[in-house]
């Protein structure tokens, strides 16, 4: 008597359309999220479900989070803040961003070592400038072969982005 389940899936996300604080953050239900710094002050398409929110830009997925429930709490991805960081290199040592990639193991020991003698040899905000254009190598390299390049460097004795790179 029953019918036959549908062939298709049941899609149980909430499609949100939150705009994006001065912080590159979104609100959804009491909890923040990073997106990327150019979405500041723009409405973006998130689809929240039981388990991640995704956030659009458009038609492209530009960042996924766990869905947090504690109210107050906050996912922020570092590299949404790259951009921001180059112009103010100072902000990052005590950034939240940094700590919560620290905590998930994104920013390893490896990028740590290469920070320390950036800043020994260029001094804190060139060093720390350095360290960011390394860290944008992610967005088009595999992190395996970023952490390749910087222990060559390491080794090498330089903490040039572009010697990293060509690693």
Known sequence: LLRPLPADGFDTGTALWPKADRFARISVGKCRYSVPARLIGKAVRVR???NELHVFDGPATVAVHPRLVASGDEH???DHYLEILAR?????PGSVPLAQAREDGSFTAAHEALWAQARRKL????????LIEVLLLHRR???????????????AGTCSPDV????
């Open 48 to 50: 929240l479900t039981a």
């Open 76 to 78: 922020l991805v570092l």
């Open 88 to 92: 103010k290199p100072g902000a990052l």
């Open 123 to 130: 001094g804190d905000g060139a060093g720390t400038r350095a």
């Open 141 to 155: 390299l595999p992190a395996a072969s970023v952490t390749a390049g910087i222990e060559a460097a390491l080794t």
């Open 164 to 167: 990293v790179a060509v690693q």
